[in-house]
């Protein structure tokens, strides 16, 4: 499915960081700094990007280089990611997470979004967020989507089961990246797709990592998705191992059952990186389809 675009749009340099401040109570003074990329001019929709638990805004790399020319292309580096300042709790919910979304947005002067795009963890933040946010959301569109893990387990083993996952993962911090690249990515995947995935993790940290994995552990998202009132995209890999279709976005479907749903062949649990031209395509097609309903 890998093509010539999709290595033209993956060699694309990133737009540079930037950081902006942002003011909320979900952080530890009461204030924090919020580090992103942005691409497109600011006359164009506004398209948000949130990224998953081990990325940044560099993996919207390809979304930042194609969709530049339709939409104001934003990602952040979510709290604790990055420079990006950590939220204050520990074990955050994600509706601090969309707190501080909103924030962020405050700060850059956005009150609209023609679309928000969530990948794997990024996809619970930005389902909670369409739901229950003040901040109009034209399509939501879910890539790679997360159930989350609040229903996954008794809540009498939860506590236990959260601590053994994090303790694992922080230990993993210094696993061979290729290893890692081999569990997110289909058999097929290209050099190129493999090298940006094993530089994604560049800034992700301990401590955000930590607050990231601790938040899937108070939300399950098929309780979320039926109160959204945005038209819902799903965007799987048929080769996603880390969060297989069966288990998670036709769970979400069948809770959402006009949501449209793209199973994407040869595509892992990276889509915006292993088939960026195509995943650009859902995402322009979606929002055009949306913005033409208002």
């Not at 929709?45 to 390809?62: M, T």
């Not at 552990?217 to 998705?225: E, S």
């Amino acid at each position: 499915m890998f093509s010539s675009e999709d290595a033209r749009l993956l060699a694309q340099p990133l737009p540079p960081l930037r950081c902006v401040a942002t003011v909320s109570p979900v952080y530890a003074a009461g204030h924090g700094v919020m580090e992103y990329r942005e691409a497109g001019t600011m006359d164009k929709p506004v398209l948000l990007l949130l990224h998953g638990i081990g990325s940044s805004s560099a993996g919207y790399r390809a979304q930042l280089a194609g969709l530049q020319y339709l939409y104001r292309v934003i990602a952040w580096n979510a709290p604790g990611f990055g420079e990006s300042t950590p939220l204050a709790d520990p074990q955050p919910d994600s509706g601090q997470y969309v707190e501080a979304a909103l924030a962020f947005l405050r700060a850059i002067g956005v009150q609209r979004l023609a679309g928000l795009v969530g990948s794997s963890w990024g996809s619970v933040i930005a389902a909670d967020f369409a739901r229950s946010s003040d901040v109009p959301v034209g399509m939501l569109i879910l890539s790679a989507p997360n159930t989350a893990r609040a229903l996954s387990q008794p809540e009498h083993e939860r506590d236990a089961i959260r601590a053994a996952t994090v303790k694992a993962g922080l230990a993993s911090f210094g696993q061979d990246r290729s290893a890692i690249a081999d569990k997110l990515l289909a058999s097929n995947a290209s050099p190129e797709v493999r090298a940006q995935t094993m530089r994604l993790r560049d800034a992700v940290t301990p401590g955000g990592w930590e607050q990231a994995m601790n938040m899937l552990f108070t939300v399950y998202t098929p309780k979320i998705l039926p109160d959204v009132k945005a038209p819902v995209t799903l965007i799987v890999g048929r080769e996603d191992k880390v969060a297989p279709e069966s288990e998670h976005a036709a769970v979400l479907s069948g809770v959402r059952p006009d949501a449209r749903l793209y199973t994407l062949d040869r595509v892992g649990h990276m889509p915006k990186l292993e088939a960026p031209s195509a995943f650009n395509e859902i995402v322009d097609r979606r929002i055009a389809w949306s913005e033409q309903k208002t």
